[in-house]
């Protein structure tokens, strides 16, 4: 495949032409297609990994593997199905509780790791969702290792971390402020950091090549205000 293709939640698809011209053809590198695996279960995944490969796919985007809220008494319904009142419970792995391998909707760290092991047999590249931006609508349900290793609950957060973002054009408010009903973590904490990035070299120990940052924006640079 030579020029790259995107498949979005929806499956679409994009495409390009290529017509005979006098000059050189330029050197095409986007010819590494990603599978975007969205809420596929890390055996799910591992189980068809060689369908995956053989299709073409050199990347597989894993949704959020960190340990996460667990709601509506834990049920695993992903997707909702035609005229069901149950919604699907998908949401709740963008939800971090902890920055530990694993969460009851997706697998365990040894189901991951597994998954590891099937894409490095065929030759397959992991991505992985990550989400440090926020934790749980509900925040209480931080586990105590998070807590404690920021140096107690009330510095996981910024400051109006708790406080909905009213203007999204003011970038203090967007990378202090809670969006969407999700509580603002205290990136800038340094404890925070090296908590969270031990969770990311864990990932890169088994093998993962590359993390898609959610809610990218809201996350606060050294240049923003503080």
Same mark, same amino acid.
């Given at each position: 495949m030579k020029?790259?293709?995107?498949l979005a939640m929806a499956g679409s698809i994009i495409a390009t032409s290529c017509h005979k011209?006098?000059?050189?053809?330029?050197? *095409? &590198?986007?010819?590494?297609?990603?599978?975007?695996?969205?809420?596929?279960?890390? *055996? &799910?995944?591992?189980?068809n990994m060689k369908d995956i490969a053989e299709a073409g796919y050199a990347y597989v985007q894993t949704s959020p593997a960190n340990t996460c809220f667990v709601g509506e008494d834990g049920g695993m319904a992903l997707y909702s199905q035609p005229g069901d009142s149950i919604k699907g419970k998908w949401y709740y792995y963008y939800q971090p509780t902890d920055w530990k391998i694993g969460n009851y909707l997706l697998g365990s760290r040894d189901q991951f790791k597994s998954m590891m092991d099937s894409a490095s047999k065929y030759n397959v590249k992991i991505i992985v969702d990550v989400l440090p931006n926020h934790t749980a609508v509900d925040h209480s349900a931080v586990l105590p290792d998070l807590d404690n290793a920021v140096g107690g609950h009330d510095k996981l957060f910024h400051a109006n971390g708790l406080t909905d973002i009213i203007d999204y054009n003011d970038r203090y408010q967007c990378t202090t402020g809670k969006m969407g009903g999700l509580p603002d973590v205290n990136t800038e904490n340094p404890d925070f950091q090296a908590y969270y990035m031990n969770?990311?070299?864990?990932?890169?120990?088994?093998?993962?090549k590359g993390f898609r940052y959610d809610t990218a924006k809201h996350i606060g640079l050294p240049s923003d205000p503080q």
């Open positions: 020029k790259i293709l995107f011209t006098d000059q050189a053809p330029e050197a *095409d &590198t986007n010819d590494e297609v990603i599978l975007h695996a969205w809420s596929w279960s890390f *055996d &799910t995944i591992a189980a969770y990311v070299n864990d990932l890169l120990s088994l093998g993962v």
